[in-house]
Structure formats: structure tokens, C-alpha cells
């Protein structure tokens, strides 16, 4: 994991020490204006003639020295200046600097909210992930290794700011552990491997650690997870990961797919939709950085969360469609579709989780292609309890993530009726609402509030990431080309509103 280090100043940014010093500027009709501390206005009167437009990622860098800076940066912060803005200008930023060593901001900083933006966005758009190239054949720019954002006149004292920085710093760090583990290549990052770096990641922090191996999962009746990874020789796991601190008063439960490959199984996916498998994972590691997070900062809620884990390759032993699986809790499950995996491990985790009766659970899984299909590479689709999920929504907003509400379409259950089981996990040949047939599978799973026989359903949020969970296309704003994290930063506000008062 490579992130930049970060700070605040409250010296006069023209008196900046760093390498770059980045300024912003603004699209204004068809011209740029500048959004910039005092003492640059001469920039900013030369923006037409060194074709500065103030679009959003656009990058204009001038010889020009200020300070000790050896270089200015124009960044387009697009038609505002809100935090969001703020915080993909400058991962735009930084992103784009790479190699430049230290970077410094000159935006104007309005309040502690403008400041964790641009702390927060730089630091993601300063990832680097270099664990399996050759030094010395890669010529590849070495990532920003320090970033400072200049307080503006009357923000106040730096040490007021140690706490925004320390958050910046921690959530950056968690999206970063995420992209690491998806990173990895899957002949590294087996079940196994990636519930012993779930356990390392926690180690030192106040978080309990359970794991069930094979015949664990066997034993407390875990067959969604055993069915699907029952095809290939590395085994599947289940990882329970709960933070407890004194006093929450909520509990909060996650659970993550962690599919750390997927062939599809029996109904073996084509070449060209098994390349990028490796991020199946990510709503597994999504849960694991967000439950570090919350320990680093120390939130006042519990938290449980539920990686569950399995490869799912074809083989002599792999389960077959019309194979009946019995989940945790005993509802059978006929596969018509072994490549509709995902749903049958979260099945489990949701009925874990559900046992616990937390007073809400959030899943979060690259689920459905179809989810790609409905809301492209950007937008995460979000099902659930109409007043919790939108809760997550607000908490979205807040943090500057696209995603959008689904709804449960009442006809879509009669799709997963089976002739032998409980339900069926899909419905073959059917292509309509692919990511809503998915949510309506998992809802069946989701537990009471209470043992008592009237008691309602929890609260529950479905996530489905399958479209921005990984970028294919061209860098936008904070977000290279890979694993974005997308999630986690959503996660920890949700976690940090549950835990208000």
C-alpha cells in the first residue's frame, strides 16, 4: 500500500516548500477563472493564453517558481467549487503529478469540510500499487509521497486540524487496503490467504477474529459457501470480524462477497469475461477496510463483519446445476446457474448475521452484471428497507458516491420458484432485471429483529458494486485505472452516523 503523507499549513501558500504548488481554476462559460489563495491573480489573467479551461481533470503545469516550488499546477475543478469538486481536483491532481514528490494545495479553504476533501482526495489519487513489477525494467513514476493543503486566512490554527487529517488519512488508508488485496492476483490470493490477511489486518486493533475452515463451515451448517467452493482444491472460508467498544449502543453488521475467483464455475463463463475475476472479492475486502477504519477512529458503534470467502472453479467435484444446497439456517437452495455464486455465499452471511440481530446489516458484493447494464461503470445500485437505504444514500451523497435506489419488483419472486427446493438461486434465459432477481434472493435470508414470532425484518441495505468496483477506461478524478475501493468511504460515514446519539 502507497499513499501520501499528509498535513495542513497554515503559512502563506505563496511561501510553499513543495515541489508543485496547485493551484485551481474554474469553468466559467467559455472561459477560466481562478480558485486560488491571495497573491495569484496573475495567473489567472494569463489562463486564455496557456490554454487553461478550467475542465474537470484538465492539468496545465507552468515552469513558473514560487517559494521553493520548482513548478505551478492548474487543476480544473469543473463549473463549482464544492467538496466533491474539491476532492476529485485534487486526486486529479495528484494522480497526474505522480513522480513529482512533494505536492501543496492553494485552494481556497472554506471550512474543515473543503480541507478533509482535498486531504482525502489527494491522498487517493496518490495510490500506488507496485508489489509485482520489476524496478528495474518498470519506468513507471513513483507516486506523491507527501501532500500539504494551505489553510485559508481565517481557518485557524493547524493543530485544529489534526483530527480532519487523521480521518483523511485513516479512510484513504482503508480504500487503499481494499485495492491492494483486489490487486493481487488470484493464484496468491486464495480463500485461505485472504482470511489471514483479513486477520493480520486487524492484528493490534480491538477487533475479535473467527475464521471456519472447511469442516468448521460443515459442521455449523454453512452450505452456501461450502457448495460453491467445493469445486476447486484451495477451500473456502468464512471470516467473522467484530468490533465491540464499551458502550455503542448500535450494532451495525457487514457482509462482504469474496469470491477471490470466478470462473463461473460449471457454467463456465466465456475467455473474455474471466479476465478482471479477481475483483470478486471486493466486497469482501470492502468489509474488512471499512471495520479497520472504524477501530482506527475509534466510532462508538459495533461492528461485525462477515467475509465469505470461496473460489468457485470447475472441476469433478464442483457443484452441478439442479445440485440442492442447504443454507445456514436450513433453506434449500436449487443452482440453476453455478455462475450465479455470489448470492449463495452471501446467503449465508446474511443468515449469520441475522442470528446476531444487529439493528441493521449492509451487504456489499461485485452481485450482477446486470447491474452494469442498468447503471453503467459509475453508479452502485442500492436495494433494500426503504428508510435504511436511504440512510446510505444520504451518507453517499455526503462523500461524493454515485448510487442510485432499486426497487423489488413484487413479480420478480415467481423467477426464483423451484420444483424440488425452497427457491432457486436464478432463473436461465431470463434476462430482465438481473440485479433486482439478485436483491430479491438475498431478502429471503435477511433474519428477524428479534426471536419473537412477530418481530419484523432488520433493516437491511443491499450494495450491489459490480460496475465501479473496478475502472477498465480512462483515470477520472481520484480514480486510476484498477480497483477503485468504492464503498468503503460510504460505509464509514454510515458507521460514524449510526454510532451518533
Known amino acids: 500500500m502507497s499513499v501520501p503523507a499528509l498535513s495542513v499549513s497554515s503559512s502563506a501558500a505563496i511561501d510553499s516548500n513543495a515541489d508543485v504548488l496547485?493551484?485551481?481554476?474554474?469553468?466559467?462559460?467559455?472561459?477560466?477563472?481562478?480558485?486560488?489563495g491571495d497573491g495569484f491573480s496573475a495567473i489567472g489573467e494569463v489562463f486564455d493564453a496557456i490554454g487553461v479551461t478550467g475542465a474537470a481533470d484538465q492539468l496545465v503545469r507552468i515552469p513558473a517558481s514560487v517559494g521553493s516550488a520548482g513548478?505551478?499546477?492548474?487543476?480544473?475543478?469543473?463549473?463549482d467549487a464544492g467538496?466533491?469538486?474539491?476532492?476529485?481536483?485534487?486526486?486529479?491532481?495528484?494522480?497526474?503529478?505522480?513522480?513529482?514528490g512533494t505536492v501543496a494545495f492553494a485552494f481556497p479553504t472554506a471550512s474543515a469540510d473543503d480541507v478533509e476533501a482535498i486531504l482525502e482526495g489527494a491522498a487517493l489519487g496518490g495510490y500506488t500499487f507496485t508489489a509485482y513489477r520489476n524496478t528495474s525494467l518498470n519506468s513507471?513514476?513513483?507516486g506523491v509521497a507527501?501532500?500539504?493543503?494551505?489553510?485559508?486566512?481565517n481557518a485557524g490554527e493547524e493543530n485544529a486540524f489534526d483530527a480532519v487529517v487523521e480521518r483523511a488519512g485513516i479512510v484513504a488508508d482503508a480504500v487503499a487496503q481494499v485495492k491492494d488485496l483486489v490487486n493481487t492476483p488470484p493464484g496468491d490470493l486464495y480463500p485461505a490467504a485472504l482470511a489471514e490477511a483479513a486477520a493480520d489486518a486487524v492484528a493490534g486493533l480491538p477487533i475479535d477474529v473467527t475464521t471456519w475452515d472447511e469442516d468448521a463451515l460443515a459442521a455449523d451448517g454453512f452450505g452456501g459457501i461450502l457448495g460453491v467452493g467445493q469445486g476447486s482444491s484451495?477451500?473456502?472460508?468464512?471470516?467473522?470480524?467484530?468490533y465491540s467498544p464499551e458502550g455503542a449502543a448500535k450494532h451495525l453488521a457487514l457482509v462482504g462477497k469474496g469470491i477471490t475467483f470466478d470462473t463461473g464455475g460449471l457454467s463456465l463463463k466465456p475467455a473474455a469475461s474471466m479476465v478482471g475475476m479477481k475483483y470478486d472479492m471486493t466486497g469482501a475486502a470492502s468489509v474488512l477496510g471499512v471495520i479497520v477504519a472504524a477501530a482506527r477512529l475509534t466510532l462508538p458503534v459495533r461492528l461485525t463483519a462477515w467475509l465469505c470467502i470461496a473460489e468457485n472453479m470447475p472441476s469433478g467435484t464442483a457443484i452441478r446445476p439442479n445440485d440442492v444446497l442447504r443454507i445456514k439456517g436450513g433453506r434449500t437452495v436449487e443452482v440453476t446457474n453455478t455462475d450465479a455464486e455470489g448470492r449463495l455465499v452471501m446467503a449465508d452471511g446474511l443468515v449469520a448475521a441475522s442470528e446476531e440481530h444487529p439493528d441493521a446489516i449492509i451487504d456489499i458484493a461485485t452481485l450482477t452484471g446486470a447491474a452494469v447494464v442498468a447503471l453503467g461503470k459509475r453508479f452502485t445500485g442500492v436495494m433494500g428497507d426503504e428508510d435504511f437505504t436511504a440512510d446510505v444514500l444520504a451518507s453517499a451523497r455526503s462523500v461524493g458516491e454515485p448510487m442510485w435506489p432499486m426497487p423489488f419488483p413484487v413479480e420478480t419472486r415467481a423467477l426464483l420458484r423451484s420444483d424440488v427446493a425452497d427457491l432457486a438461486n436464478a432463473k436461465v434465459g431470463n434476462t430482465a432485471?438481473?440485479?433486482?432477481?439478485?436483491?430479491?434472493f438475498l431478502k429471503e435470508f435477511i433474519g428477524p429483529r428479534s426471536d419473537a414470532d412477530d418481530a419484523p425484518a432488520i433493516p437491511w441495505a443491499h450494495l450491489d458494486i459490480a460496475g465501479p468496483a473496478n475502472n477498465p477506461d480512462a483515470p477520472f478524478g481520484f480514480t486510476a485505472g484498477g480497483p477503485s475501493g468504492v464503498g468503503v468511504r460510504t460505509l464509514v460515514k454510515v458507521a460514524e452516523e449510526f454510532g451518533r446519539p
Open 234 to 242: 484451495r477451500g473456502p472460508r468464512l471470516v467473522k470480524l467484530a
Open 146 to 153: 507527501a501532500v500539504t493543503v494551505h489553510l485559508g486566512e
Open 71 to 79: 513548478s505551478i499546477a492548474i487543476i480544473g475543478l469543473g463549473s
Open 433 to 440: 432485471g438481473g440485479m433486482l432477481v439478485a436483491g430479491v
Open 140 to 142: 513507471a513514476k513513483p
Open 22 to 36: 496547485v493551484l485551481g481554476a474554474l469553468r466559467s462559460g467559455s472561459s477560466a477563472v481562478l480558485h486560488a
Open 83 to 100: 467538496t466533491d469538486s474539491l476532492r476529485n481536483a485534487a486526486g486529479s491532481a495528484v494522480r497526474q503529478l505522480a513522480g513529482s
